[in-house]
């Protein structure tokens, strides 16, 4: 028994290795903002000419292969959009991009978002458009993120400090710290 079992180890393959893997963090942007209008790429679907990358953010290397749609949902459309994806195979990235205007995974323009707080700062209500559920997660998001990020520093100006984390890369409305 004991010597059937060592017979099947060596007989084994060895664990194949991620070839050309880069020691990329993990974070990294793997969504590329470009400049394109919403309603255009609905209105054209897979037939909308978006640009191509030159280069991987990852590795750099200049060679991107087209890696199909992936259909994504934004307010304001009646369906899905489809966005393009690109594979870098050196470090075997998946790339997609997405409309310019729009922070990774929200569905909501930032324009809008930013809105929203606004007019529940003025008025200590919400908006309205959207769900109340959601303006409430966007507030008090942006209120625990300015004070880890910003301290008190910032006092009571939640514009302020949404405009200073979105320079600073972060987006000011996720739930991540």
């Known amino acids: ?8 180890r060596r007989t084994q393959p060895p664990l194949k290795q991620n070839r050309g893997a880069s020691s990329t963090r993990k974070d990294e942007a793997m969504i590329l903002p ?8 609905y209105e054209k679907g897979r037939d909308y000419l978006w640009p191509k990358p ?8 200049s060679r991107l292969w087209g890696h199909g749609f992936v259909l994504a949902y934004f ?7 489809y966005l393009r994806r690109y594979r870098c195979p050196q470090c075997n990235s998946v790339l997609r991009l997405k ?9 909501s323009s930032i324009q809008d978002i930013r809105a929203s707080i606004c007019h529940r700062l003025k008025s200590n209500c919400c908006q309205g458009g959207f769900s109340r559920t959601r ?10 993120k300015a004070k880890a ?25 996720s739930r991540s710290i």
Do not use: N, T
């Not at 307010?75 to 959009?81: A, E, I, P, S």
């Not at 303006?135 to 209120?143: D, I, M, R, T």
């Not at 910003?150 to 000011?172: S, Y």
């Open 1 to 8: 028994m004991k010597k059937r079992a060592e017979s099947f």
């Open 34 to 41: 470009v400049v394109a209008v919403l309603k255009e790429i």
């Open 54 to 61: 030159e280069v991987c953010p990852c590795c750099k290397a």
């Open 75 to 81: 307010d304001g459309q009646l369906g899905g959009v």
């Open 99 to 107: 409309p310019e205007g729009y922070f990774k995974r929200f569905q």
């Open 135 to 144: 303006e409430g997660h966007w507030y008090k998001a942006l209120k625990r």
């Open 149 to 173: 990020y910003l301290g008190d520093a910032i006092g009571d100006d939640l514009l302020q400090a949404f405009d200073r984390l979105c320079q600073m890369g972060k987006v000011p409305v």
